[in-house]
């Protein structure tokens, strides 16, 4: 298994400076990225988001260094210092993203204040199945880090140690693989990495299925739209 990097001062520092304080707006978005990702992978998002007036938070953490306990403290309350002052505060996360999420908001002792939409791009809801096929195998620690070895199916794994979700989730699946090697372990239609049905959560509030790979999914013009229409009703455009 990767051995650890602690988590030190000047670790934080780095973090810090990878956010860009946005100039802040009536309404605040975070974006979390995935495993293995950066902040870079949310770039055209952040930019789209904030020509249509959003402040936006575009997280950098790092991903593969602690476990998504760890990680949800590392990278979510210093987001949502850079939200003060917003009416409210959304969330747009890509894959592990989402559970850092789920963990944070589940482990609050009081609900987030202005907590508005969260869009779950994605999520491993449910775990993977690729993850209980390949964390056994050499250089998977490696390359994703004691997190992704949390993300499995197994009743414990930590997604599914979370409980229902009781705030506004809208999750965006895809159905389309660029990893047919992937797919082959994940029962049912899938994104390439996580399965569609493993991608719903209990109490989610509305659930669309799109033409997407996993990986990219957070580039695609039709998720932008879906995600805006989120932002702003509540829930996907179905038409």
């Known amino acids: 298994m990767k051995l650890l990097r602690p988590f ?8 810090s ?6 100039a802040l707006g009536a309404e605040c978005v975070v974006l ?14 952040e930019w789209r988001l904030r020509k249509l007036g959003y402040a936006v938070v575009n997280v ?27 009416s ?34 994605g999520p491993p809801n449910k775990g993977s199945e690729v993850v209980d096929q390949l964390a056994d195998i050499p250089g998977f620690g490696f390359v994703n880090g004691v997190a992704g070895n949390q993300l499995g199916t197994a009743p414990d794994s930590v997604p599914n140690s979370l409980g229902p979700v009781d705030y506004s989730v ?21 994104d390439g990495k996580v399965g569609v049905e493993r991608t719903k959560v209990a109490g989610m509030t509305d659930h669309i299925i799109l033409p997407v790979t996993h990986t990219f999914m957070m580039n695609n013009p039709a998720v932008f739209d879906q995600v805006v229409h989120y932002l702003d009703q509540g829930r996907f455009d179905h038409k």
């Open 8 to 15: 030190s001062l000047s670790a934080a520092a780095a973090l």
């Open 17 to 22: 400076l990878n956010m860009a304080t946005p």
């Open 32 to 45: 979390l990225h995935g495993l293995a990702r950066s902040s870079s992978s949310f770039l055209v998002m």
């Open 60 to 86: 950098d953490y790092p991903s593969t260094d602690a476990t998504i306990e760890e990680l949800a403290q590392m990278a979510i309350p210093s987001a949502i210092t850079q939200c003060a002052g917003a």
């Open 88 to 121: 409210r505060v959304h969330f747009v996360t890509h894959s592990m993203g989402g559970i850092l999420l789920r963990h944070y908001l589940a482990e609050r002792p009081t609900p987030l204040e202005k907590l508005g939409h969260v869009i779950m791009l």
């Open 170 to 190: 809208g999750i965006v699946a895809g159905n389309q693989s660029i990893s047919p090697y992937f797919s082959f372990m994940i029962d049912g239609p899938d």
